[in-house]
């Protein structure tokens, strides 16, 4: 009986958006990714910072209340939150956006948004297909206004840099994974930063009335993330990519941790079989 209620204690407590984990919002040490790519998020929302010398991209905005912690590891790494020229996201949810507005307020950075992403965020999370009627508080956050409405495969330049919108939906209708080129020692290296291909817990991705098209969508996500190139692993959250292990074997002065192609090929095929069982349970279910 316990085990049952720890269950469902643990189903809860993972329901995202709907509970805050303690690792979202402990702080968690900034640090040199690769190249131009830095990690200032915390423990485990992830929120990078790449940096050109016309100014910085911000990719993550993460909590209402993450912005101080955002500004802070920017500037323990030499760097101004002011310097952000563009501000982006992985997708609409409030671990990944809620902080936008407050970013927006004290860089005027150009907040760059996926098409299928645009009214939740400019809602502030209210036309969410999954979240837009929860009752829960954090679900919810300040509107933001976007300044460039993305499409699949846009670029977004800036001082040399060209990151690559690639429409990975499904988790939400705009969610977006990033890529980018760098060079690292002279070598040139594809980074991909994942934007979540998780179907949460209640999703529908049978006859579902407010996305109709979601397990399609999650389909040609797959396609996509299976078709990147991909050397450097990141992603909207640093458990996608083991971030927690990898971190202190950059500090050894060894290879760099972060390279990691098979790792994200394993990635890629675990959360896939994972929707195809999720798919397949609720088509059973749904005859
Ligand atoms: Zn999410």
Redesign the pocket.
Known sequence: MLSRILIALFALTTA??AQTNPDWTTPFPPHRVIANVYYVGSKDLASYLITTPEGHILINSNLESSPAQIKKSVEQLGFKLSDVKILLIS?A?F?HCAGSSLIKQWTHAKYMVMDGDVSVVESGGKTDFQYGNSKDKESHYPPAKVDRVLHDGDEVRLGGVVLVAHKTAG?TKGCTTWTLKVKDNGKMYDVVIVG?PNVNPGYKLVNNKTYPQIAQDYQQTFRILNALPCDVFLGAHGGYYDMLAKYPRLKDGGPNPFIDPAGYKAYVADREQAFEAELKKQQAGAK
């Open positions: 995202a958006p997708h949810h671990d988790h979540s």
